[in-house]
């Protein structure tokens, strides 16, 4: 049978399955081979499924560079590292894998690392300074690139010597980065970075390049590229318009679109466009993913989204709209029309985020059991989306226990203070649904209406009763189990539990103000200085 050439979802190694991108590759090897003295470091900002860590693989393997770079690049040596597989770790680990890698590179190089790490006695910090300092004397460039960067600041132990300690070798050595991150790098730590004790001239020095969709040539050829004449699995023009009104000009939906129309010719079932057409919306990777944009994004650019859709926005657009449309441009989530004006990247994320709309404005308080399974399984926990097993129901001790409610609370509470999000509870980290049986046991009122109302009653006596018209509880059935979304808006004004914890988002956690003076600066960063509250 013939292969489905369209099958590559992962990362792609193959440099034959990969496609497009030559302006973007330009760019890069431009920042870090054009200057001799200190090259550029990059960060490359995308949207997930964009493609990063597939263009951060060339970058690695050295490859698609234009010949004017050849004799530079063999005074390189490239390690890749992925900060998602580090969130636990310390530097000394990381600066192991990296001394591994350069050690796996040669003979000449294994000897280097061996006898620097003898020196050094195993120091990894001391021996990757050792090994960069005889690298740069060799006229060599270490080229460090770093895949899923934001992970970064889920670790403690990459703390502000860290970041400070990169910034000195990158001046004293030959040393570079390339990170791969989903949002800007000043959006890291909550959106904080600025305000946060991490802040370092480390982050000062990053070029940053946005990854977005193909271009319109590189769509069109990639889609022709199999479509030669004579070829039986050709695509018609009907499936290839299809096929781009599925996908936009995403690599990820594209190819999704063109693997299920390819597989329809090889398999011979010959469905009808509309069939397929079905079966592309509802492919989980496409839904998964749609629901992952949609849980990261803030209460205020799903407003953004789902008014673009209603067209409810006046063009040309305001200012501060304007800032927001083009931040969701830069993540690949809205394209621009001949008009200038921003629309959906695709027919199947319109028909998606009309979907939001209407859930947002209709008046039922429960949704579908296959909506809310794709809610909860869409994503891990992260700045505006938590799990939480229980309310009151201690899972590992098998009892009542009422001390566990101020985990929801904080989480509540850290909504209200940082940017809004959704609390499920009922659900585990791992997204595995337990259910709320055993917390309705626990009440009078054995039901969700029992639950809910215990539930507004702790949040009235332990936040503030002023803050209820900023959530809204509701309740779903997955697996034939009920949980449990409080869907938290941000509050203007500082929330705290007990009148005395100020609690936030960092990261995929829950942080506090340990100090009166860590709670006045956090109210001053964040509501002072966007002019949410005036000083008195």
Same mark, same amino acid.
């Given at each position: ?5 369209? =099958? ?11 496609? /497009? ?6 760019? #890069? ?10 090259s550029q470091s990059v960060a490359i900002l995308g949207q997930r499924r964009i493609g990063k860590s597939s263009f951060l693989y060339r970058i690695y393997k050295k490859e698609l560079a234009d010949e004017m770079y050849t004799e530079q ?22 600066? !192991?894998?990296?001394?591994?890698? @350069? ?42 690139? =770093? ?23 990158? +001046? ?40 977005? /969709? ?6 069109? &050829? ?5 479509? @030669? ?13 299809? #096929?781009?009104?599925?996908?936009? &000009?995403?690599?990820?939906? #594209? ?21 397929? /057409?079905?079966? #592309? ?40 709209? !304007? ?16 008009? /200038? ?13 009309? +979907? +939001? ?11 579908? *059991? ?32 009422? *001390?566990?409610? @101020? ?9 209200? %203070? ?28 054995? %039901?969700?209406?029992?639950? +809910?109302?215990?539930?507004?009653? =702790? ?78």
């Amino acid at each position: 049978m013939t292969q489905n050439p369209f =099958i590559y979802r992962g990362a792609l190694k193959s440099l034959k399955m990969f496609w /497009g991108r030559t302006s973007e590759l330009d760019s #890069i090897y431009s920042c870090l081979l054009d200057s001799e003295e200190e090259s550029q470091s990059v960060a490359i900002l995308g949207q997930r499924r964009i493609g990063k860590s597939s263009f951060l693989y060339r970058i690695y393997k050295k490859e698609l560079a234009d010949e004017m770079y050849t004799e530079q690049l063999k005074k390189t040596l490239t390690v890749i590292v992925s900060m998602q597989n580090l969130v636990t770790a310390s530097p000394e680990q990381f600066y !192991e894998q990296i001394l591994d890698d @350069i050690k796996s590179l040669s003979d000449e190089h294994n000897r280097l690392i061996d006898d620097v790490r003898a020196k050094c006695n195993s120091d990894q910090e001391k021996s990757f300074s050792q090994v960069l300092r005889r690298l740069t004397s060799q006229g060599l460039l270490l080229i460090v690139l =770093i895949d899923e960067f934001e992970s970064v600041s889920k670790n403690p132990n990459f703390d502000l010597f860290f970041f400070n300690k990169m910034r000195a070798l990158m +001046q004293d050595r030959r040393l570079a980065f390339v990170i791969s991150i989903q949002t800007d790098i000043e959006n890291l730590w909550g959106g904080e970075l600025i305000n946060s004790p991490h802040s370092s001239p480390f982050f000062n020095v990053f070029q940053h390049f946005t990854l977005r /969709g193909f271009t319109e040539d590189e769509t069109e &050829k990639y889609l022709q590229q199999f479509c @030669i004449l004579g070829n039986q699995y050709a695509f018609s023009p009907d499936e290839i318009s299809l #096929i781009r009104q599925f996908g936009g &000009k995403h690599p990820f939906f #594209i190819n999704i679109a063109a693997y299920h129309f390819w597989e329809n010719k090889i398999s011979g079932q010959q469905l009808s466009l509309r069939d397929v /057409g079905f079966e #592309i919306i509802n492919d989980p990777a496409v839904i998964l993913s749609y629901k992952y944009y949609w849980n990261t994004l803030t209460y205020e650019y799903r407003n953004i989204l789902t008014s673009v859709v209603s067209k409810k926005l006046s063009y040309p657009y305001a200012k501060d709209v !304007e800032r927001d449309l083009h931040w969701l441009f830069k993540l690949s989530l809205l394209e621009k029309d001949p008009s /200038g004006q921003y629309i959906p990247f695709s027919g199947s994320f319109l028909e998606f985020l009309s +979907q +939001q709309g209407t859930k947002k404005n209709g008046s039922a308080s429960e949704s579908s *059991d296959a909506d809310d399974v794709f809610e909860l399984l869409s994503g891990d926990e992260s700045t505006n989306l938590e799990f939480k097993s229980s309310l009151r129901w201690d899972v590992r001790e098998n009892r009542k226990n009422e *001390d566990l409610e @101020i985990a929801c609370l904080k989480t509540i509470a850290a909504f209200l %203070n940082t940017h809004g999000g959704t609390l499920t509870i009922g659900v585990e980290d791992n997204q595995n649904v337990l259910g709320l049986e055993n917390d309705y046991q626990t009440l009078k009122k054995t %039901n969700k209406d029992g639950f +809910q109302l215990h539930l507004y009653n =702790i949040i009235k006596s332990r936040i503030g009763v002023e803050f209820f018209e900023l959530l809204s509880v509701r309740f779903s059935t997955v697996s034939k189990k009920e949980v449990c979304m409080v869907v938290v808006h941000p509050s203007a004004v500082p929330a705290f539990v007990d009148k005395e914890k100020l609690y936030y988002r960092t990261g995929n956690s829950t942080d506090f103000a340990k100090t009166n003076q860590d709670t006045y600066k956090y109210i001053v960063s964040h509501w002072y200085n966007n002019g949410n509250l005036k000083r008195s």
